[in-house]
């Protein structure tokens, strides 16, 4: 997930997404902090009503309404689903700019803006979503997290896990590496380029346009 951090934090220190969290508070009055109302929105990758994405446990909606009740009812939230405010790849670029104030997605799909991304969200052959949330936390992830998307103006923080994916579904079997040649297949990240070695037709593309 991404957010600009403001008004919580200032834009030019700000830095965000991937999977959630919230900035830190201006210092301002406490008084002045408890009369505040926040009203962001959030664009999201995913298609409308996806379980676990966009609604349920664990998803862009889940994450509003835990802010929504964790701050009493001062940090409201309006989720737009991929294609309802913004295309499922332009909510990154929109809160780098400010346009918005968050956007929840994977880290993978921003490979293209700075490589590093890809190691924040899932990594083949790498940790379990425990060890991976381990390492964020306490293993100093979330600060090399924050050092990545500094440049592009982005506070990220982890907010939700898709879970273990499995390979994908196929016309034919697949009997050895051979098969994999030609095949159009959509993978991101560092998987897509572990596909693309062995002549995979690798396709980045949202959930809702498969």
Same mark, same amino acid.
């Given at each position: 997930?991404?957010?600009? /951090?403001?008004?919580?934090?200032?834009?030019?220190?700000?830095?965000?997404?991937?999977?959630? /969290?919230?900035?830190?508070?201006?210092?301002?009055?406490?008084?002045?902090?408890?009369? %505040?109302?926040?009203?962001?929105?959030?664009?999201?990758?995913?298609?409308?009503?996806?379980?676990?994405?966009?609604?349920?446990?664990?998803?862009? %909606?889940? &994450?509003?309404?835990?802010?929504?009740?964790?701050?009493?009812?001062?940090?409201?939230?309006?989720?737009?689903?991929? /294609?309802?405010?913004?295309?499922?790849?332009?909510?990154?670029?929109?809160?780098?700019?400010?346009?918005?104030?968050? !956007?929840?997605?994977?880290?993978?799909?921003?490979? /293209?803006?700075?490589?590093?991304? %890809?190691?924040?969200?899932?990594?083949?052959?790498?940790?379990? &979503?425990?060890? *991976?949330?381990?390492?964020?936390?306490?293993?100093?992830? !979330?600060?090399?997290?924050?050092?990545?998307?500094?440049?592009? !103006?982005?506070?990220?923080?982890?907010?939700?896990?898709?879970?273990? %994916?499995?390979?994908?579904?196929?016309?034919?079997?697949?009997?050895?590496?051979?098969?994999?040649?030609?095949?159009?297949?959509?993978?991101?990240?560092?998987?897509?380029?572990?596909?693309?070695? *062995?002549?995979?037709?690798?396709?980045?593309?949202?959930?809702?346009?498969?």
């Amino acid at each position: 997930m991404s957010s600009t /951090g403001s008004p919580l934090r200032s834009r030019r220190s700000a830095i965000k997404s991937g999977v959630a /969290g919230v900035a830190g508070v201006l210092a301002v009055p406490a008084m002045a902090q408890a009369q %505040q109302t926040y009203r962001w929105r959030m664009t999201t990758t995913w298609p409308a009503g996806l379980p676990f994405y966009q609604v349920g446990p664990g998803s862009a %909606q889940a &994450f509003a309404e835990r802010c929504d009740k964790m701050s009493g009812g001062r940090i409201k939230i309006q989720i737009f689903a991929a /294609g309802e405010l913004l295309p499922a790849f332009e909510g990154f670029d929109a809160v780098s700019a400010g346009t918005v104030e968050l !956007n929840h997605g994977v880290s993978y799909f921003w490979s /293209g803006k700075t490589f590093a991304a %890809q190691y924040f969200a899932t990594v083949p052959f790498g940790m379990s &979503f425990l060890g *991976h949330y381990a390492w964020l936390q306490f293993g100093g992830g !979330n600060q090399l997290w924050e050092e990545v998307y500094k440049p592009l !103006n982005v506070m990220p923080f982890a907010a939700g896990c898709s879970g273990v %994916q499995m390979t994908g579904w196929f016309k034919k079997e697949l009997k050895s590496l051979a098969d994999l040649k030609g095949l159009k297949m959509r993978i991101p990240g560092l998987a897509g380029r572990i596909y693309a070695a *062995h002549g995979v037709e690798v396709r980045q593309l949202p959930g809702g346009e498969i």
